[in-house]
C-alpha cells in the first residue's frame, strides 16, 4: 500500500502542482484586469490582453527550455565538467577536435540536452547534484526575475502580468517538474538522477562511465573500441536502475558494432527480462536492436514468429518518432531486404540512411551503421528469395 500510495502521489503531483501555479497565473492576471476595469477597459483591451498572456506562454515554453540547458552548461563548467554539447530542438551544438560545430539532429524525448565531460574522480566520487539540479535552478531564478518585473511594471505597464505572469509561471512549472524525483513521459527527471546517484555508489561509477563515453562518441571515437572491462554485467546488475540500464544499453551497442551478434542477443534479452520497471525510451531502444538481431539471424520460421512479436504497431510509431537516428533507418532497411524483400521501400530507406549520414553529428556510429548495411547486403545476396 505504501508503494501503491507514493505511486500514485508521484502520478499526481505534476499535475497538482501545474493547476496550483496556473491558478496563481489567473488570479494575478485577474487582479490586474480588475484594477484596469475601473478605467476605460473595453473588449479591445481584454483580447490584446489574451493574446498576451497566449504568445507569453508560448515563447514561455521556449524561453524556458533554453534557460534549462544553459543553467546544465553553466553548473557543469562551475562543477569542473567540460562541454561536450548543447541542443535545442533539432539545433545542436557540437565539440569535435577543439572546436564548436552546428549541426541539426533531435533528441528523442527531449526538447533540449546540455552533455558534458565529467571531471576525473577524487576518492571514488566527482560532483553531479549540482550539474543536473542547474537547469531547474536557472528556471527558478528567471521565474524570479519574471515576478520581479511585474511587481515593478504593473503600474506603469497596463499588460504587466499578462506578460510576465505567464513567464514566471511556466518557468515555476517546469522548473519543479525537473527538480522533482519523477518519471514522465518514460524518462528520469533530473532530481530522479540525483537521487539515484546519491543512493549508490556504483551508480556513480557507472553514470561517470557514461558520460565520458558519450564525451568520446561525440569526439568521433566507436563504441567498440571502449574498454571491454567497463561492460561486465553481473547477474544481480541492476537493469530497472535509469542510469545503471543506459550503460547496459551503451554496452549493448558496443557488441553491435563488434558484429558479436550472438552475445548481444543475449544481453538485449537480460535487459527487457530483468529491466520490467525500466524507462519505456530504453526498453524500445533494445526491443528496436533485438528486432534487428533477430533479422539478422538465420531464416527460419522460429524466427519470423519471433520478428512478428518484437515489431508490433507500438514499435512502429516509436521508430517513426525516432526517425533522426541512423539506427532506425538501418534496421527498416535491414526488415524490408531480409524480411519483407520488398526491394523499392528498402531503397527508400538507403537513400533516407545516405542523406541522414550527410549530417549525422557522431562519425564513429555513422561509420559502425554503414558496416551493418554491408552485412545486411551480403546477408541478402546469400538468401536471394522469401523463406
Known amino acids: 500500500m505504501k508503494k501503491k500510495t507514493k505511486t500514485l502521489l508521484k502520478g499526481i503531483l505534476p499535475y497538482v502542482a501545474g493547476a496550483a501555479i496556473g491558478i496563481t497565473i489567473g488570479f494575478i492576471i485577474g487582479s490586474n484586469a480588475g484594477a484596469d476595469a ?85 576518492n571514488n566520487t566527482y560532483p553531479f547534484a549540482l550539474y543536473y539540479l542547474g537547469g531547474g535552478l536557472m528556471n527558478f531564478i528567471a521565474s524570479g526575475i519574471f515576478f520581479a518585473l511585474f511587481l515593478f511594471l504593473r503600474d506603469v505597464f497596463t499588460y504587466a502580468g499578462d506578460v510576465f505572469i505567464p513567464l514566471f509561471g511556466v518557468g515555476l512549472f517546469l522548473g519543479l517538474l525537473n ?23 556504483q551508480t556513480q561509477q557507472l553514470h561517470w562511465r557514461l558520460l565520458t563515453i558519450n564525451a568520446r562518441i561525440s569526439s568521433g571515437e566507436r563504441t567498440k ?12 546488475y ?47 531502444e533494445t526491443r528496436c536492436e533485438l528486432l534487428f538481431l533477430e533479422i539478422m539471424s538465420e531464416p527460419s520460421q522460429e524466427r519470423q514468429d519471433k520478428i512478428e512479436r518484437l515489431f508490433t504497431p507500438k514499435l512502429k510509431k516509436y521508430i517513426a518518432a525516432s526517425k533522426t537516428h541512423l539506427s ?60
Not at 50 to 71: D, K
Not at 179 to 201: C, E, F, Q, R, Y
Request: aromatic share 8%.
Open 179 to 201: 527538480i522533482l524525483p519523477l518519471k514522465l513521459g518514460g524518462l528520469a527527471t533530473d532530481g530522479s538522477n540525483v537521487v539515484s546517484l546519491v543512493k549508490s555508489g
Open 38 to 122: 475601473d478605467g476605460a477597459s473595453s473588449h479591445g483591451i481584454e483580447l490584446i490582453a489574451r493574446l498576451l498572456v497566449f504568445v507569453s506562454l508560448l515563447i514561455g515554453f521556449v524561453l524556458h527550455i533554453v534557460l534549462h540547458e544553459a543553467g546544465h552548461l553553466a553548473a557543469g563548467l562551475l562543477s569542473g565538467y567540460k562541454f561536450t554539447s548543447f541542443s535545442i530542438g533539432s539545433i545542436m551544438i557540437i565539440k569535435k577536435n577543439g572546436k564548436l560545430n552546428l549541426k541539426r539532429f533531435a533528441i528523442t524525448g527531449a526538447g533540449g540536452q546540455c552533455l558534458m565531460s565529467p571531471p576525473e574522480p577524487i
Open 328 to 387: 532506425k533507418h538501418r534496421l527498416m532497411y535491414a526488415y524490408e531486404k531480409l524480411v519483407s524483400h520488398n526491394d523499392e521501400k528498402a531503397k527508400t530507406h538507403l537513400l533516407t540512411f545516405n542523406k541522414k549520414c550527410l549530417v549525422y553529428p557522431y562519425a564513429g556510429d555513422r561509420e559502425s551503421e554503414k558496416e551493418l548495411i554491408a552485412i545486411v547486403d551480403d546477408l541478402a545476396a546469400r538468401h536471394p528469395t522469401k523463406e
Open 238 to 284: 541492476d537493469f530497472n536502475n535509469t542510469i545503471s540500464a543506459n550503460f547496459a544499453t551503451m554496452g549493448l551497442a558496443r557488441l553491435i558494432d563488434r558484429h558479436d551478434f550472438v552475445d548481444a542477443k543475449t544481453l538485449a534479452e537480460r535487459i527487457l527480462a530483468k529491466g520490467g520497471k525500466l524507462i519505456e525510451v530504453l526498453k524500445n
Open 225 to 236: 573500441n571502449l574498454p571491454e572491462e567497463w561492460f561486465v554485467f553481473s547477474d544481480n
